[in-house]
C-alpha cells in the first residue's frame, strides 16, 4: 500500500475516534440537557386560550365580552363567553379583572328579562375558563328546590353519574338556582335530567335534555382501564384527582369509580400538587409554578396570588388560620426545593418563613455538594438538590412543621417556625447522620424493620396515646438514590436503588408512631404496593377507612381497603411519570 493512502487511512481512522471520544465524553450532558428541557415543561405558561365557537350572538361592551353560539348539539342554547383580549400575548383566565368581567357579564344576563326558568336556562359552558367541560346553569323556580341531576351517556362502558348540584349561595333550598354540572363525558352524547325536590323530598319537577360535549381541551383518554383486586370491600364515594400527569401538565384531572372523567380542570401551568377545601365553598389550589389560586364551586377565580420570585414544587398545605404554607425555591437560582413560604390568603402578602440552607448551615455547607451528570438523577446536573423537600404538615403544637425530605430520606420536624426555628428531631435511617453536626437529633428507631427511603407524602395521621405521641402516614418509594454526598450506606437488599422495578422490588404505605417522649419511632402498620421511585402519594380516601396510592413511576393508582388489600387499580397515561392522586368528595364546592 503506498505510504500516501496508507496516511490518509490512518489520519481518517483517527478523526473517526476522536469524534467518537468526543460523543462519548458529551453524551452525558447532551443527555442532561435533553432531559432538562423535558423537566422545564412544569414552568411552561399557557399562552393559547382560544375555544372554537359558531356564531356569535352579541357583545356586553361594558365588559369587553363577546357571547358565542358553543357551537354543540344540544336541546338547550349553550353559549360560551370570549373576553375580546383572549387572543392578546399575557391573557390568562387567572386574573381577577377578566374573572370578575365574566362575572359581571353573567349578572348582566341573568337579570336581562329572560325569564330562565328549568326547561330554558341560561346555559354556558366553561363559564371563568378553568373547566372545559362545566355547564354552567342559571334558572328560577316558583318555589323552594334543590337541583338533584343524572347523567346518562349510550356507551355501555360509562354508568350513570348522579349527584346533587351545590347552589353558588351555598343554600339547600332555593328558588334562584345558579350551579355548576359537573360530570359531563368529553366527546360523547350526554343526556341530562335534572330532577327539583322540594324541602319536603317530593320531586316537583323534572327537565331532561341532551348535549353533546366537545373533546376534551387535553386530548388525555376519557376512560381509564382499571383491574380488581382480591378486596370485596366498596369502593369509597368521590372523585379521584390526577395531580401533575406528564405530558399533560396544564391540567388537573377527575374520574370517578368507572374510570370515567367526569371534569378536565385548564390551568396556566404547572399543575395541582393538592386540593385544600374551605367551608366558603371555595378551593385553593396550584393553578401555574409561580400562581395559587380560591376558586368557586362556579370555576370563578376570585383571588389569585402570585409568588414573585418564587417557583412552587410539590406541595402546598393550611397553615395558621387565613395561611397556607408551600414548599418553593427562588427563581433562577442552582438551589433548588429548600424553602418554605407563607401565604396570607386574605391580603396575598407572601413572607419566606425558612430557608432551609440557614437551617441546617452545618450540613449544607460541610456536607453537600451540587448533583453532577456522573449522578442518578444527573438532568439535574448543577443544581444544588441537597434536601429536597416535597411534603409539609403544620401542626399547632408547638407552631411546628413537619416536612419530608427525599434527598436525605429522612422525615424532619421543625419547631417554632414563627419564631425561632429550629429542628426538633429527625426520622430515618440514622446512620445517614453519623458523624454530622445533627447525629444527636435522630430519633431512634423501635423493632426489626426497614426505614424509609425516598418518601412522599408524609402527613399527620392522628394523636396517640398520650401527649408527645402521634402518628404519620407516608408513600415509602423504598428507594435510594443520593445526588449531592458522597455517602454509601449499607442498604437491606429489598430496598430498589434503580428508577424503573427491574425485579421484586415494592414501595409500601408506611404508618409510624412517633413517641417524642422517649425519642423514638417504630413501624406501626404497612402494605406493599407497586414499585415507584420517585414521586407517589398515599392518603385515606376522605370519607372512607380505604387508601388511595398512586405509584407514579408504575402509572397506576389504586383504592385500597383498611388492611392493605387492593379493591381496584387504574392504569393511566402519562410522559414518565404522575405525581399524585388524591380522591375527594367535593361536597361544598360542586356537590
Known sequence: MPALKKKKILRRLLITAILLLAVFVSLPYIVSAIAKQFTSQEQKIRTDWTENVSQLLGTDEAENMQLADAGLESDLPVIRLVPEDVEEEGFTYYDTDVQERIRRTLEHLKTSGTDWQADSPLAVINPYGTGSNGLYLYFSTDYAASVRYTISVENDRISDFTATAREADGKTYTRSHEIQLIGLVPGEINTVTLFLSGSWGNVRQQVTFTITMPENRSGYPTALDYTEGESSAGLSDGLYAMMRTNGYLGYGFFFDNDGIMRYEMVLEGYGLDRILQYSDGTIVTCVSSSKLARINGLGQAEQVYTLDGYTLHHDIQPGTEGKVLALAEHNGSDVVEDLVLEIDLETGEVTELLDFTALMSSYYESETRPVSVDDDFFWQA?????????????????????????????????????????????AGDSSFWEDTAYEDLCLTQEGEFVPQYGQHTVEYAGPGEEDGVYYLRMFNNNYWSLNTRDYEPELDESVGTGLYQSGNEVSQVYVYRIDENSRSFRLEDSFAVPYSSIVSSAAPAENADNWIVNSGMAKVFGEYDSSGTLIRQYAYTCDMQGYRTFKYTMEGFWF
Not at 387 to 409: A, K, P
Open 382 to 426: 448543577g443544581e444544588e438538590d441537597w434536601i429536597h423537600l416535597n411534603t409539609l404538615q403544620y401542626l399547632e403544637d408547638g407552631d411546628s412543621l413537619i416536612v419530608s425530605s427525599r434527598e436525605t430520606s429522612t422525615i424532619i420536624k421543625v419547631s417554632d417556625i414563627h419564631g425561632t426555628p429550629r429542628i426538633d428531631w429527625l
